[in-house]
Each structure stands twice: as C-alpha cells, then as structure tokens.
C-alpha cells in the first residue's frame, strides 16, 4: 500500500520577509500606493493625517486577529450578519410543493386483543424494558422478549 504524506499546520501562512506573510505584504503594499497618492494630492498637513489614519486601517487589517482568524473575515461576517434579519417569521401561508389535492388513505383496521393494552400490563412492560429485562414480569411466559 502507497504511503502519502499528510501536510501539517495548512493555517500557517508562508513567511516571505522576515515575519511578514504575504498577505500582510500586499496589504502594506496597498497602504504605500494609497499614502503615495495623498502625496500627491494633500497638502502636508492633510496627507499626514490621512496617511496616519490609512496606516493604522492597514495594520489592523494586517496583524489583528480575532477568535484567531485575521480580521478581514471579521468584517465579511459582520457584513453578512447586518444584511440578514434579525427576526425569522415562519410564514404557514407559503406555497408548498406537494400536491393541493387531497389524498385519501385508506387504514387496515388491526385488531388487538385487549390484555396487551391494559395498563397494568403496559407498566410492566415498561418496567421490563427499564430494567433491560433483568425483571422477567408477573406472567413470563406470555411475553417474549429478545436481547440485542
């Protein structure tokens, strides 16, 4: 039989430089093109506040983790868990697919002698059964009990 190797640690990301993964780098990569651009654009004073701020979202995005996954998918979560509602309503009303007509059944009719529903009987029988059969009842003989 062909022995295979199963990988370890999958959730581990690769180290790309020193210990910045590659997500993270692209984030800060991300980061540097967008304060570059407020460079750009910003007056001193502008651009370092918004440099500082830009910087601060990418490093939570970056290395904040919470209940140990990033952060990215705290946010995709929180998203998702806003769009639905809060409140379910069973609505009984709703179309269903089964048929609309109505479906006759017809029932045998089984008759059982009444000595195995009184209710003497059926407490011994539970009895029986709570026991898993270690008590054998009053009339032993007329109940057949099989072990499993």
Known sequence: MQ?????QFIDVEPKIIGPITTRQFLIFLGAALIIFIFYKIFDFSTFVISS??????????????????PFHYFIL???????K??????NHK???FENKEEKQIE???VIT????????????LSLIIDTKGRYKGE????INIKDN
Not at 139 to 142: G, P
């Open 3 to 7: 022995q295979f190797t199963v990988p």
């Open 113 to 124: 002698p009444d000595k195995y529903f009184a209710k003497e009987k059926l407490a011994e």
């Open 77 to 83: 979560n929180l998203v998702q868990a806003v769009k």
């Open 94 to 96: 709703a179309v269903s």
């Open 107 to 109: 029932y045998e009719k």
């Open 52 to 69: 500082v701020l830009v910087f601060a979202i990418s490093g939570t995005f970056a290395f904040l983790k919470i209940n140990g996954r």
């Open 139 to 142: 009339d032993s003989a007329d």
């Open 85 to 90: 509602p809060g409140l379910r309503i069973w």
